[in-house]
Protein backbone atom coordinates (compact mmCIF):
# COMPACT_ATOMS: atom_id res chain seq x y z
CA UNK A 1 0.00 0.00 0.00
CA UNK A 2 1.43 3.78 -0.64
CA UNK A 3 0.39 7.00 1.96
CA UNK A 4 0.62 10.24 0.39
CA UNK A 5 1.56 12.80 3.11
CA UNK A 6 0.77 16.42 2.25
CA UNK A 7 2.48 19.08 4.24
CA UNK A 8 1.43 22.47 5.00
CA UNK A 9 2.06 25.48 7.30
CA UNK A 10 -1.08 26.29 9.69
CA UNK A 11 -2.92 29.22 8.76
CA UNK A 12 -1.51 32.48 10.21
CA UNK A 13 1.99 31.08 10.07
CA UNK A 14 4.56 33.64 7.29
CA UNK A 15 5.54 31.43 4.52
CA UNK A 16 8.64 33.16 3.30
CA UNK A 17 9.30 30.85 0.83
CA UNK A 18 5.77 31.15 -0.63
CA UNK A 19 5.98 34.70 -0.42
CA UNK A 20 9.18 34.62 -2.14
CA UNK A 21 7.42 32.45 -5.05
CA UNK A 22 4.69 34.88 -5.41
CA UNK A 23 6.68 37.69 -5.78
CA UNK A 24 8.70 36.24 -8.25
CA UNK A 25 6.02 35.09 -10.50
CA UNK A 26 4.65 39.03 -9.91
CA UNK A 27 8.35 40.00 -11.37
CA UNK A 28 7.64 37.25 -14.18
CA UNK A 29 4.42 39.08 -15.12
CA UNK A 30 1.95 36.68 -13.48
CA UNK A 31 0.16 39.38 -11.21
CA UNK A 32 -2.58 37.24 -10.74
CA UNK A 33 -1.19 35.69 -8.25
CA UNK A 34 -2.20 37.29 -4.49
CA UNK A 35 -1.23 34.36 -2.33
CA UNK A 36 1.73 31.49 -2.66
CA UNK A 37 1.51 28.47 0.28
CA UNK A 38 4.18 26.28 -0.04
CA UNK A 39 4.60 22.61 1.34
CA UNK A 40 5.90 19.15 0.91
CA UNK A 41 4.41 15.64 -0.50
CA UNK A 42 6.27 12.56 1.10
CA UNK A 43 5.25 8.93 -0.58
CA UNK A 44 5.55 6.16 1.63
CA UNK A 45 5.54 2.23 0.48
CA UNK A 46 4.25 0.50 3.40
CA UNK A 47 4.13 -3.78 4.18
CA UNK A 48 0.80 -3.07 5.87
CA UNK A 49 -2.33 -4.18 3.82
CA UNK A 50 -5.11 -3.23 6.60
CA UNK A 51 -6.43 0.66 5.63
CA UNK A 52 -6.85 1.39 9.03
CA UNK A 53 -3.75 0.21 10.90
CA UNK A 54 -2.17 1.88 7.84
CA UNK A 55 -3.59 4.60 8.12
CA UNK A 56 -3.16 5.49 12.09
CA UNK A 57 0.08 4.24 11.76
CA UNK A 58 1.35 7.26 8.96
CA UNK A 59 -0.49 9.59 11.74
CA UNK A 60 1.81 8.36 14.27
CA UNK A 61 5.00 9.15 11.73
CA UNK A 62 3.56 12.37 11.11
CA UNK A 63 3.11 13.17 14.70
CA UNK A 64 6.42 12.25 15.82
CA UNK A 65 8.62 13.00 12.76
CA UNK A 66 7.16 13.84 8.97
CA UNK A 67 5.25 17.17 10.18
CA UNK A 68 6.27 19.61 13.01
CA UNK A 69 2.36 19.94 14.48
CA UNK A 70 3.57 23.08 16.50
CA UNK A 71 3.41 25.38 12.74
CA UNK A 72 2.35 22.13 10.35
CA UNK A 73 -0.76 20.46 9.46
CA UNK A 74 -1.04 16.93 7.55
CA UNK A 75 -3.09 15.36 5.33
CA UNK A 76 -2.86 11.52 4.90
CA UNK A 77 -4.00 10.01 1.75
CA UNK A 78 -3.76 6.00 1.03
CA UNK A 79 -3.75 5.11 -2.59
Not at 38 to 52: N, P, S, W
Amino acid sequence: MKARVHIMLKTGVLDPQGEAVRHALGTLGFEGVTGVRQGKVIELDLAETDRAKAGADVARMCETLLANTVIEQYDVELL
